[in-house]
């Protein structure tokens, strides 16, 4: 399939202006010419779409997404759902996503595999959607607070959870062997659990996170660590993750040393954001609020200094989450721009800093010639205002590695 684009306004998201009358050929499923309109010459066979002025950017990523959660409040859905359920839910998300011009996602969490098993049917073409990395299950210790506060005899089997280096290792090696393009650890507590374990706890030792990482690395596989505190931060970034999830209570030293070893920041804001506004007493008990509702702010106030610092900040909507469903992950972009990083910037966050999260950016992530074919058209200026990203009316035109998902 050959499909040229002429008359777009090239939004390329390596932090250039915008170009207008521009065109270019995606072809074989990769960008095989860009130039300016008039010098376009469209080969025998292809399809042309005049966009009229339109923006054409690369497909957007989410790096930090739950696709076979549901988005409607219920604590106990992962204690009473059964997996296939979660497949077919994630499947269809995935669908919606893509839609909403996602053409690559991560996936950081899943029961029974069934991130892996999406990812399988996306790539035989049994089910829509985008370009996806998966996790599999959480690599975590045993009595973690992500799990909720359970009975000591009440045993969910779960093939991440460890205790101690050696397991740690095993844990990894089960993820890789059951399909993992990546490693989710969970290095501390979490905002919404209702353990002892708190979200600015942390979970695992110095030496089981460094277990984790050397093992992963040494398959080929990156790690993502969900990480509040600035302890277990520095401790993850001394360890090796490649990025750090969340991170909203990261100190300016902590900050300076992810900088140092170039570790990512993934900082979910819309997950905070889902805390703040009165209707979100509808949506989460008052403890969590209680916890979420500070860490929002610590976060905000810390803001400038991630960017001061030079981390490559890439968009993870931690969705779909109660009052945000699959297909609001550009929230997260808008949210960026919110707490004072520039729109090109924060259009590069959702784009070609994803790319460089997943290690894509050879890849996707940016509109360059030899890149696959990922693309967007919106209707619009994003870079004037970024919330036109959110409007699914806005993005007229969807294309995955040089087919077009949606016009
Ligand atoms: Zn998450």
New binding site residues.
Partial sequence: MKTVFTNATLLDSTGAAPRPGMALLAAEGRIAWIGPAPEAQPPEGSRVIDLGGKTLMPGLIDV?M?ITQGAEPNPIAEFTETVPFMALRGAAQASILLDSGYTTMRN??AFGYSDVAIREAVNKGLARGPRMLVSGEMVITEGSGERGFLRPEVQIPESGMFVGAEEARRAVRRQVYNGADVIKLIASGRVGSNAYSMPWDTEMTQEEMSAVCDEAHRWGKRVAA?AYSAQSVAMCAIAGVDSI?HGALVDEPTIALMAERGVSLVPTMTAFHSYLGADAEERYPAYRLARGRPMAQHQRDHFQAYMDYGLNIATGS?GPRPGWPPGTSALEMWLLVDAGMPPMQAIQAGTRNGARVLGLEDDVGTVELGKKADLIVVDGDPVEDISILQDRKCISLVMKEGEIARE
């Fill in positions: 930090h739950h950081l969490g969900h999830e931690d």
